[in-house]
């Protein structure tokens, strides 16, 4: 079981930016895909982007790409999501998730998740 807890939201204007960190605990953090999505009222949960457990292997959805950038640290268990140039579509609940096998952008491919921390752009 792994747990995971987001923190960093917060209201910005646009064009700003924020950091925002997922803490892992429970097991292993070195073996997990991490991901983080994000999901407005209304709409589905989107993919925004994942990193594998060596970190060489990185993908972004194409609307955060040269924006938003994914990175970890195995020594904190700690995984982050700077993200810059901030536009009011970001506004969102953004969630942190892991996995052992994929990349992949399904969120049905991620077993474990925090309980989300609110991004909200203002025009």
């Known amino acids: 079981q792994v747990q995971l807890v987001e923190s960093g939201g917060g209201l910005v204007q646009a064009g700003g930016s924020l950091r925002l960190s997922c803490v892992a605990s429970?097991?292993?953090?070195?073996?997990?895909?991490m991901g983080w999505f994000r999901q407005a009222p209304g709409n589905e949960r989107d993919f925004v982007a994942a990193?594998?457990?060596?970190?060489?292997?990185?993908n972004y959805a194409d609307s955060v790409k040269g924006r938003f950038t994914i990175s970890g640290d195995n020594a904190k268990n700690t995984v982050y999501l700077q993200m810059n140039s901030l536009k009011p579509e970001d506004t969102a609940v953004y969630y942190c998730?892991?996995?052992?096998?994929?990349?992949?952008?399904?969120?049905?491919?991620?077993?474990?998740w925090g309980q989300g921390t609110q991004v909200t752009v203002s025009s």
């Open positions: 998730a892991a996995n052992r096998f994929t990349t992949d952008r399904d969120f049905r491919s991620y077993n474990y």
């Open positions: 429970g097991r292993t953090f070195s073996n997990y895909i």
């Open positions: 990193i594998s457990q060596s970190g060489r292997t990185i």
